[in-house]
């Protein structure tokens, strides 16, 4: 069955570091997101693309990068981590734009 | 003011109970509506969708959507343990290809809901 994995589950990391987090979906859905969810805020788009070589800034993408390469991966990289970025991170694709997005199961990250 | 409101809850009901959740927004160039679910430590999986404004159920579910008073709505019938979750609305815009809202969702903060026996 096509999915949409995410790794690792689990990180910790020391402030400073470079991370990053991996997203892979063997749909062929062209549009891939990735959010940051954190209490009080739900889910907020950090980075999006529709396309191979196509990469977009969503709301809270300070400090945040990502790059297409391939239609299946959308790596999410932390320049350099702060304890600000300790959050759990989804990964989500769709086909269309007006489609349902179906979410990873999600990347849970602590700076220390 | 953020563009989509939803009531954090937590909101604790018995087995059967009639569950009401729900989402106002103030961007009117939205929509799509959806709901999604999310059980504790998963993603998010979609629950219903729908364009517009109307009404639209599915088994237990019903989704109600008023643009005019930018108010929508899960209703969930005979709610059972299993229902118990996380339940978060998103909505979008069609929007123009590259325009500022075209494809990206808008989520509200999530609903805690918890089902008793």
């Known amino acids: 069955d096509a999915e949409i994995t995410q790794s690792p589950r689990h990180k910790i990391t020391e402030t400073g570091r470079q991370v990053t987090l991996a997203c892979h979906q063997t749909w062929n859905h062209n549009n891939m997101f990735w959010y940051r969810q954190d209490l009080g805020h739900g889910l907020r788009l950090i980075h999006y693309s529709y396309g191979v070589q196509d990469t977009n800034k969503g709301e809270v993408s300070d400090g945040y990068s990502v790059s297409r390469s391939n239609t299946e991966d959308l790596p999410l990289t932390l320049e350099s981590a702060a304890s600000s970025q300790t959050s759990v991170y989804f990964c989500?694709?769709?086909?269309?734009?007006?489609?349902?997005?179906?979410f990873g199961p999600g990347t849970r990250l602590l700076v220390l | 003011q953020k563009e989509v409101e939803q009531d954090p809850g937590p909101l604790s009901v018995p087995e059967g109970a009639i569950v009401s959740l729900n989402c106002t927004y103030s961007n009117s160039a939205f929509q799509y509506f959806m709901w999604y679910r999310q059980y504790s430590r998963k993603g998010p999986e979609l629950l219903m969708y729908?364009?517009?404004?109307g009404n639209k159920e599915d088994g237990r579910f019903t989704a109600q959507v008023d643009k005019s008073s930018k108010y929508i709505s899960l209703f969930i019938r005979d709610s059972q343990p299993s229902d118990s979750a996380t339940y978060l609305c998103a909505m979008t815009s069609r929007g123009g290809a590259g325009g500022t809202s075209y494809g990206k969702l808008t989520f509200g903060q999530g609903t805690i809901l918890t089902v008793h026996p």
């Open positions: 729908t364009y517009s404004s």
């Open positions: 989500a694709s769709s086909r269309d734009i007006q489609e349902t997005q179906y």
